[in-house]
């Protein structure tokens, strides 16, 4: 009988903006960062959207623009902690949302990214 506690990866998705004073590549570079970070601890990116320099709903550190990108992945649940204190390290990250998906929601990503309705267009010009 095996009584070892089984470990289960849990979906989730992240959203963080980036100061606007950088450069569409130097933007790149901080996205990767955080995708790399994620899979050098064993997550699994499924989906990553740049969603580009958009407005912000209010101002952040005087800031009214900044670029967004957008993650989606299955990890283990220590790595959120390591993910998000990365992002209040960097400052370059002006804001940051990790969620854990629910099975609905899940789903819900894997028909928009199949049939491709809600997407951005920045992302669908990748496909």
């Known amino acids: 009988m095996d009584i070892t506690p089984k470990v289960f990866k849990t979906n989730y998705e992240t959203t963080f903006i980036v100061v606007p004073e950088l450069s569409e590549a130097?933007?790149?570079?901080?996205?990767?960062?955080?995708i790399n970070l994620i899979k050098?601890?064993?997550?699994?990116?499924t989906n990553v959207e740049q969603w580009g320099l958009r407005k912000l709903a209010y101002?952040?550190?005087?800031?009214?623009?900044?670029?967004?990108?957008?993650?989606?992945?299955?990890?283990?649940g220590e790595l959120i902690q390591k993910l998000e204190r990365e992002y209040?390290?960097?400052?370059?990250?002006?804001?940051?949302?990790?969620v854990k998906l629910d099975k609905h929601s899940?789903?819900?990503?894997?028909?928009?990214?199949?049939?491709?309705?809600?997407?951005?267009?920045?992302?669908?010009a990748k496909k």
């Not at 130097?26 to 955080?34: M, N, P």
């Not at 101002?59 to 299955?74: D, Q, R």
């Open 26 to 34: 130097e933007q790149r570079v901080v996205a990767d960062k955080f």
């Open 40 to 45: 050098e601890n064993g997550g699994e990116v």
């Open 59 to 76: 101002p952040i550190n005087a800031k009214y623009n900044g670029y967004y990108t957008y993650v989606e992945f299955t990890a283990l």
């Open 88 to 98: 209040g390290y960097d400052e370059k990250v002006l804001r940051f949302l990790t």
């Open 106 to 124: 899940f789903a819900y990503n894997q028909k928009r990214r199949e049939h491709g309705f809600g997407m951005r267009k920045e992302s669908e």
